[in-house]
């Protein structure tokens, strides 16, 4: 009998550990687990052990590799356009790989302190016609790609690779959480148009934006959840902790408000910095997409459980807005897969085997 083939992912964030194993033959064989709430990252090893332990014993062996999906506050987005005259023979993937290649060089020339996580080519411009995607057989005189390149700083990236290295465990790929996130609830919901995912998490607030199935830009705010919980702190003077567990339950269970704590008072301040967060991303979208009319918002990320239907007519926005249960599994499938293949556009970055020769050389694959 064949060895069971697992996949295991863990989403690093600034409050939490997600994670799940997944067997890429029987979906009923998949296990998940996240940790409790932190602000603390000093015992992150330890919360990674003790998940891993948990996945070990359901899968009866060793994990040694992982794929690690992060988000950051400090991640860029950065676009470039590249263009090359040919011969007119007939187009190679060699000479786009070269475009690539080039502009690669040019982002980590100019960010030396960043590492590309994702290569997303959004247009194939070739004598002057565009493509979304690289046409077979084609004769060609000029080519011009427009890339987005996705970067991580490269500190943290190499923080996290120490601390899963402490428990035996390697990294094969980095995924930026909430792109691939916004990917397949994407697909899932079968949404057209002019989409934009925000995922709100503790310290920040990611913008994915796109256009049917292009990708417009991604844009991180450094607001979050927490920036709530200060305020609840701060103005019904009360503690951080107990603020954060008022945030998170404020939906669930009134029974944590005393007569201290007016519901009303409790709702104006929850909604008034929320919509201050929203209305900072509805301005980064029409900024940066440069589409006219209207566009949707899709809401995701632990963020904006403080937010359902119900509370929906609170804030003071247009209606095109929506809101994803997002739950632990659907994290983790969305690492999955993305790992599979989900988006056509991106250039499909593979790690070489971790030996001496360095944790961020890579190898260019592209066309899934």
Request: net charge neutral; glycine share 4%.
């Amino acid at each position: 009998m064949g060895k069971k083939k697992f996949k295991t992912f863990f989403d690093y964030g600034t409050s939490k550990i997600r994670a799940g194993v997944l067997n890429e033959d029987n979906e009923s064989e998949n296990f998940y687990n996240e940790s409790e709430f932190f602000t603390d990252h000093l015992n992150s090893e330890l919360k990674i052990q003790k998940i891993t332990a948990s996945f070990e014993k359901n899968i009866n062996e060793y994990i040694n590799n992982i794929s690690l999906m992060i988000d950051s506050s400090k991640m860029l987005s950065i676009g470039i356009s590249i263009s090359k005259k040919l011969d007119g023979s007939k187009l190679k993937k060699g000479n786009v790989q070269f475009l690539i290649q080039e502009a690669k060089q040019q982002i980590l020339k100019y960010y030396t302190n960043y590492k590309i996580t994702h290569i997303i080519i959004n247009n194939y411009k070739i004598d002057n016609i565009d493509y979304s995607y690289l046409p077979d057989e084609i004769e060609s005189h000029f080519i011009s790609l427009d890339i987005i390149f996705i970067c991580l700083p490269g500190d943290i990236l190499l923080y996290l690779k120490n601390v899963f290295s402490k428990s035996n465990i390697l990294i094969d790929q980095i995924i930026c959480s909430s792109y691939a996130k916004s990917i397949n609830y994407k697909s899932n919901l079968n949404l057209t148009g002019h989409i934009s995912f925000i995922d709100i998490g503790f310290n920040k607030t990611s913008i994915i934006s796109y256009f049917n199935e292009k990708m417009l830009f991604l844009d991180v705010l450094p607001v979050g959840g927490n920036n709530i919980t200060k305020d609840i702190s701060k103005i019904l003077e009360i503690d951080l902790k107990q603020s954060e567990k008022i945030k998170l339950n404020f939906n669930q269970d009134r029974k944590l408000l005393n007569d201290d704590i007016p519901i009303n008072k409790l709702e104006k301040i929850i909604f008034a910095r929320t919509e201050e967060i929203l209305e900072l991303c509805r301005k980064s979208i029409k900024s940066n997409s440069l589409i006219p009319g209207e566009f949707k918002m899709v809401l995701m990320g632990d963020g904006s459980k403080i937010l359902d239907s119900q509370n929906k007519n609170k804030i003071n926005l247009l209606n095109n807005i929506d809101f994803l249960e997002e739950s632990l599994e659907d994290v983790c499938q969305s690492g999955f897969k993305f790992g599979t293949g989900l988006n056509k556009q991106e250039v499909v970055v593979v790690p070489k085997k971790q030996i001496k020769q360095g944790f961020f050389e890579k190898l260019f694959h592209f066309f899934r």
